[in-house]
């Protein structure tokens, strides 16, 4: 029969399940958001996703990453089958597997607590309350309410259940049961890491993660153990071997068996392997592969961002103070989702904060050394936290500050203090049951205040504008939502002054150009103002097509006054001299689709086949060419988009087979294999044959002549 003691702890973890869902309720009503377009449009690309072949033709369609992340694709299909969709089911998805990391991080903190030698009841207080404090924490509401996070809550899934099912083998060892022991180590380490990398990359942590509890956890457990056998206590002054030898002459089989169950792994050979194979290889395995990136990083960096991988380096340890801030000292609204306004370090003192902010961390490193023995737990949650930043917040060229990127390596954060709050011998037990309530009510409220802004989308703009004064992206992203409301001059204001502050912005620029097209006040100064940033900003591509695509397709519907053929023609040759664009054929490609489109919109259909093949030429995709042999149908020229796929087919054979090991390669091998393409080309083109028969002319000729002049 439960004790009242027990079904108190259960009441209090359903309570706490059920808070975390209300708090997190008023964002469920959300929009979808920036990344999220990027990554769920796949649902929509090979049709409703109903039979086999097109489910792998989307799980392999990832761009999140080297590994394509094809776990969190699978996830989205427990939300809808197809785009465009609605966003409530997928942040409804999201919010439940946030619930389900707090469940298995109570469990898991509880077996943690367990093994540092706390009695079951204390352990399972400490565990709900570390599990609780992380759960209901507000810094999660940006990871769990941003759809496109789903991978990053997918692969603390698998990191979680791998680290449980590990820590339960590694107990089963300890209690001397080793086959099934190893068989939950092994599978845990394995399929953890394997689930976990293909949610998302940062799961080749688990590993190290491992590793770490295994140091700071199980060794002392198991040193504590050793310590208090009675024979080792007799002998506490001989060297380890020569006990084991003296138990293995003196007591035969029975003694080697005694031993072998109190401190089997710090002395077999067999652990000693596992450990080597399963936890330090796979780790040193990921230290090697990041000094491998370096050299790449060094050049991407220089290429794609507006900073060196020095210096991301120098500005990284003020970030992830950052974090920690956010962690321990919690506000109702952070910047949120924008990031570009950071002020990046140059050197060790400008800004003067980036070495103090090394020296704290390596003082909390120091910190976490000093007091591994003593505190255990507090030296797990700084090492795991650091262990849990060594992929995002190192050499690898990504943008500097995201808040999920803490998500899983703040895990621990909160277990040293709940081990305080529930086993320390003063205050008195009601100040630290009172402590604790109160921590949770103020973390609950800020959860809540921050996810019902993530529900309003006109005040997340504004507010997120507000946090972040220079940011160009907040600063568009709230003029976006002024002219979506019809506050035109606002909107305008707020783009005139983002302009002054930051003139090169292809962001700012364009909006603004676009804005004034929408109000119909296009002033001269602004389409120049817009191509240079089209000149010189390294983030070009995306949003340069989709805004200059906008304008072309106005050209014959509704054309904005002072912006017609010869200002796009500008624009589009601006972007062309980018040199960051140059160095990315898909992007150039592009640009060279939408130059041919500007000329196919104002009648000149031969030019614009010149350059749709041009743009074939820079790199043969079935996608472009399909993509351009439609428009030029569609505008009334059949021979000329045959000429374009004939094209296509003739540069694609003298391409390179390579296909490589990604999944980017294994994607197009699956859509060559599965015929996606071929009966796509089958069917454009029998399209345009028709379409040529039908205005009765020669397409031999035409297609002749339409290479001839692209030549």
Known sequence: MPTTDTLVRAALFSALLALAWLVYAPGLHGPFLFDDYANLPALGDYGTINNTERLISYLT????????????????????????????????????????????LIWLSTRLAQALGHTRKHAEWIGLLA??????????????????????????????????????GRQRLLAGTRQRAYLWMSGGIVFGTTLAVLSKESGALLPLFALLIEWLVFSRAEEKTVRETPIYLSHRRRPMSSFLLFLGSGFGRNGKKAINQSCHSMSDSTFRWWRTIFLIAPTILLLAYLVHQTPGAITGAAHSRDFTLAQRLLTEPRIVLTYIKHLFLPEPYTAGLFQDSITVSTNLVRPWTTFPAMAVIAGLLFLGWKVRRRYPSLALAIFFFFAGHLIESTVVALELYFEHRSYTPALFIFLPLSIWIVTAAAPA?????????????????????????????????????????????????????????????????????????????????????????NINRVKQEEVMQAAEALRTDKRTERLAYQIINKFIQKLDRQPCTGLGTAQIERLILAALANPALARSDG?????????????????????AAQRFIQALQVKPRPGAALTEAAQMGSAGHPCMGLAILAEYHAAS??????????????????????????????????????????????????????????Q
């Open 61 to 104: 369609s990832g761009i999140a990453g080297p590994t394509g992340r094809p776990l969190a694709l699978l996830s989205f299909l427990i939300d809808d089958n197809k785009w465009p969709t609605s966003p409530e089911a997928f942040k409804y998805t999201s919010t439940l597997l946030h619930l389900l990391n707090g469940v298995l």
């Open 131 to 168: 599990g609780g404090l992380w759960l209901l924490h507000p810094f999660w509401v940006s990871t769990t309410l941003y759809i496109v996070q789903r991978m990053t809550l997918l692969c603390a899934t698998f990191v979680l259940g791998g680290l449980l099912a590990y820590v339960h």
């Open 429 to 517: 037990p009601k100040l630290r049951i009172e402590l604790a309530v109160m921590l949770l009510v103020v973390i609950s409220s800020l959860t809540w205040l921050r996810a019902d802004l993530w529900g309003n989308a006109a005040q997340q703009g504004l507010m997120w504008a507000q946090k972040n004064p220079d940011s160009p992206r907040a600063q568009t992203y709230a003029a976006l939502i002024l002219e979506q409301k019809g506050s035109y001059e606002t909107a305008q204001g707020i783009l005139n002054k983002a302009s002054e502050k930051h003139p090169d912005s292809v962001m700012i620029e364009l909006n603004r150009l676009s804005l004034a097209c």
């Open 587 to 607: 992007s150039r490609q592009s640009m060279l689709n939408l130059y041919g489109l500007l000329a196919l919109k104002t009648g000149h259909p031969e030019t």
């Open 653 to 710: 054979t003298h391409q390179s087979a390579r296909l490589g090991f990604s999944m980017v390669s294994l994607h197009r091998w699956w859509l060559q294999r599965s015929k996606y393409y071929s009966s796509e080309f089958d069917r454009i083109s029998r399209l345009l044959r028709q379409d040529a028969l039908k205005s009765g002319g020669s397409c031999a000729q035409a297609s002749l002549a339409t290479t001839r002049r692209a």
